[in-house]
DNA sequence: TTCCGGATTGAACATGTGTTTAGTCTATGA
DNA sequence: TCATAGACTAAACACATGTTCAATCCGGAA
């Protein structure tokens, strides 16, 4: 859904060169220079149109959030974040730029990175009342704590893509991040888990509501 | 078990204070003389017992590896991490420096991420192998997938710690990231799923087996 | 005591980087 | 046609930062 390179204003050029630099090599380290130079431009050019570097972050923040935001509205997948991820799998050049300055967003504190997240969670909390009622999702009494637990395992895929991918040896080396042969892998033993569990029984659930139920102050609960 | 940073040599102190500014500020924007100014310390001194910034991170690394690295050997939490988690749970402001020092090493790339994140998916797959023979965990085909699923389901509380707290709102707002508070929030809906499961039957997990099995190739595989 | 090597410092150096500025070019509207 | 506004550049500026260097301090060995 994205013009090429060519039909975009200079302006929305150095935006996408920046968020392009500052997802792959974080906003320290990318240089204004970089981004100008990668955008084909003068380093003056950059200032000229955001203000500073400063201004050109907040320009990428807000045109990411949108560009993720108008997406994701509709579809509804229950392990959710992976609507998101899996619209990248059908188009992963286009939107291989936003999903790691997304990470970075997450990683860094930034007014942006806490929006993504908390929306994530509000959209995961959505899904979870629905299926409850749906009956496919099982009944939970803290939903929103568990909605959190579901956003972050789903987040996880991309804050650790890298890891994920190396040691899955997913995707070519020069790919470092997630791909669709990545999630292909991890989409039945996460959802095992999801369907199944993961113990056989009721022993560690059991004991952690003791321990916490009893010891309410710092002390050594151990879970299992 | 650490002594206090007046027992410690000069270029222990400095690393400490590198170990604290490189996890709280990231390499980049951490400067060598932020880094002597918290050890109380000239600039030139840091060079001259580390060689050059980039050797000061290497120190760093392979302390707050080895630091880890004798912990967690003889724990065996199931739910993995926790084992170094609830560690820092019992000392909280000892180890609050090397959690956001991992966090960071994980996020940016380098060796010693790799390093710990692939110690965590192996002893996450033994703890698996061991509970499937004692019968407390279900049998897995592919425990590899398996346990790398679980270990960054663990290590996304570390990776999204700010968000999680932020969210539950639990520790004060000074507290930027993992304390006592949120692990207890977590672990009840956390061991939930872990035990019950998500969903209420298998069929987004027979679904998703059709969709792998029978389409093979990039596509569109809506994993419902 | 004397001497030596390492710890330590303050200042300087070289470079990278965000930003400014003066000026050019180009299209558009009167 | 002319004038004006904005896109755009090249150069310069100011400052931060990694690193070097000469000098000093200090403890221990001879």
């Known amino acids: 859904m994205r013009s090429s390179a060519e039909d975009l204003t200079t302006r929305a050029r150095i935006r996408d060169a920046a968020i392009r630099l500052f997802g792959r090599d974080g906003f320290a380290r990318a240089t204004v220079r970089d981004v100008a130079s990668a955008a084909?431009?003068?380093?003056?050019?950059v200032i000229h149109h955001f203000g500073s570097k400063a201004g050109l972050r907040d320009a990428c923040d807000h045109h990411v959030l949108a560009q993720t935001a108008t997406q994701g509205r509709e579809k509804a997948d229950p392990v959710s974040t992976r609507q998101l991820i899996q619209d990248y799998m059908n188009h992963p050049d286009q939107y291989a730029d936003e999903i790691t300055?997304?990470?970075?967003?997450l990683s860094d504190e930034s007014e942006a990175g806490d929006a993504f997240f908390d929306?994530?969670?509000k959209q995961t909390q959505d899904i979870i009342h629905a299926g409850m009622e749906a009956g496919t999702i099982r009944k939970f009494n803290d939903v929103r704590?568990?909605?959190v637990v579901i956003a972050s395992?789903?987040?996880?895929?991309?804050?650790?893509?890298r890891h994920l991918s190396r040691t899955l040896g997913a995707a070519g080396p020069e790919s470092h991040g997630i791909g669709p042969e990545l999630l292909r892998q991890l989409t039945l033993p996460a959802l095992e888990i999801y369907t199944h569990?993961?113990?056989t029984d009721a022993r560690f659930l059991d004991a952690a509501r003791e321990a916490i139920n009893s010891n309410t102050s710092t002390g050594r609960e151990h879970a299992p």
Chains 1, 2 share one sequence.
């Open 101 to 105: 300055y997304i990470r970075r967003t």
């Open 145 to 147: 704590s568990t909605a």
């Open 40 to 45: 084909g431009v003068s380093p003056g050019l």
């Open 119 to 121: 929306a994530v969670v």
């Open 153 to 161: 395992n789903s987040l996880c895929i991309l804050m650790l893509g």
């Open 197 to 199: 569990g993961f113990y």
